[in-house]
């Protein structure tokens, strides 16, 4: 029963150019404050993360530029695609995330938005630091040479 709980974990929107362009140092999991619709479409499968980062903005972590579009069968009282979600943390965890950006130069950015195994929306948030250009070309070189290691070891095999 415990595997099937690991396993009920839903991904809905992942931003895969994070893991690219910063490096990432430490994650959080973190709550979103939603609205009815926004949950619906997220269960649709619907959102777009790689744009967006997080913020804070007077003692809170704020998503921006996240976008969640409207749902389908949603009447007048659908939200807007592209407004500001609070993120929910607990006041120690804000606390150091605020402190790595201001004192450390550190970027909060958005791995994933997910389902727990209770149908709660999370966002996995790291907290991370821009690749140079020849980092990101050093990357580059060592997972092409990881999948062509991946396929000799294959063809012999």
Same mark, same amino acid.
């Given at each position: 029963?415990?595997?099937?709980?690991k396993?009920?974990?839903?991904?809905?929107?992942?931003?895969?150019?994070?893991?690219?362009s910063?490096?990432v140092?430490?994650?959080?999991?973190?709550?979103?404050?939603?609205t009815?619709?926004?949950?619906?479409?997220?269960r649709e499968?619907?959102?777009?993360?790689?744009?967006?980062?997080?913020?804070?903005?007077?003692?809170?972590?704020?998503?921006?530029?996240?976008?969640?579009?409207?749902?389908?069968? %949603?009447?007048?009282?659908?939200?807007?695609p592209r407004? +500001?979600? =609070?993120? *929910?943390?607990n /006041? #120690?965890?804000?606390?150091?995330?605020?402190?790595?950006?201001e004192?450390?130069g550190?970027?909060?950015?958005?791995l994933?938005?997910?389902?727990?195994?209770? %149908?709660r929306?999370?966002?996995?948030?790291?907290?991370? +630091?821009? =690749?140079? *250009?020849?980092d /990101? #070309?050093e990357?580059?070189k060592?997972?092409?040479w990881?999948?062509e290691?991946?396929?000799l070891?294959?063809?012999?095999?």
């Amino acid at each position: 029963m415990a595997q099937d709980k690991k396993s009920n974990n839903k991904t809905v929107a992942e931003n895969r150019k994070a893991r690219f362009s910063y490096e990432v140092l430490d994650t959080v999991e973190a709550g979103l404050v939603l609205t009815g619709t926004e949950v619906k479409s997220l269960r649709e499968g619907h959102a777009n993360i790689a744009e967006s980062y997080a913020s804070s903005e007077g003692g809170e972590i704020w998503l921006i530029n996240s976008h969640v579009p409207e749902y389908l069968q %949603g009447n007048r009282f659908n939200h807007e695609p592209r407004r +500001r979600r =609070k993120l *929910l943390l607990n /006041k #120690r965890e804000m606390a150091r995330l605020a402190q790595a950006v201001e004192r450390e130069g550190m970027t909060m950015v958005p791995l994933k938005i997910y389902f727990n195994e209770r %149908g709660r929306a999370k966002l996995l948030l790291a907290i991370a +630091r821009g =690749k140079k *250009l020849h980092d /990101k #070309r050093e990357t580059s070189k060592e997972r092409d040479w990881n999948r062509e290691k991946a396929r000799l070891l294959k063809e012999r095999g």
